[in-house]
C-alpha cells in the first residue's frame, strides 16, 4: 500500500499546489499567477494565510 501511495503522490501535484493554485484563482482570476503560485505551493498557502484578515494571524 505505501508502494502505491508513494507512486500516486509523485505523479501528480501536491496538496500544497492545489490548494495554492485554488487560492490564487479566486483571487486574481489568473491562469500565469496560478501557475506561478502552484509551483510555491505551500509557502504562498501559508503567506496567503498570514496576511488576509481572518487568516492565521487573527
Do not use: D, N, Q
Not at 501511495?5 to 501528480?12: D, K, M, N, P, T
Not at 505551493?41 to 503567506?47: E, N, P
Amino acid at each position: 500500500m505505501s508502494e502505491v501511495r508513494s507512486h500516486a503522490a509523485s505523479a501528480g501535484i501536491g496538496l500544497g499546489s492545489a490548494i495554492a493554485v485554488a487560492v490564487s484563482w479566486s483571487l486574481h482570476k489568473s491562469l500565469v499567477w496560478a501557475v506561478i503560485h502552484g509551483f510555491l505551493g505551500w509557502f504562498y498557502v501559508i503567506y496567503y494565510a498570514l496576511t488576509r484578515p481572518g487568516g492565521l494571524s487573527g
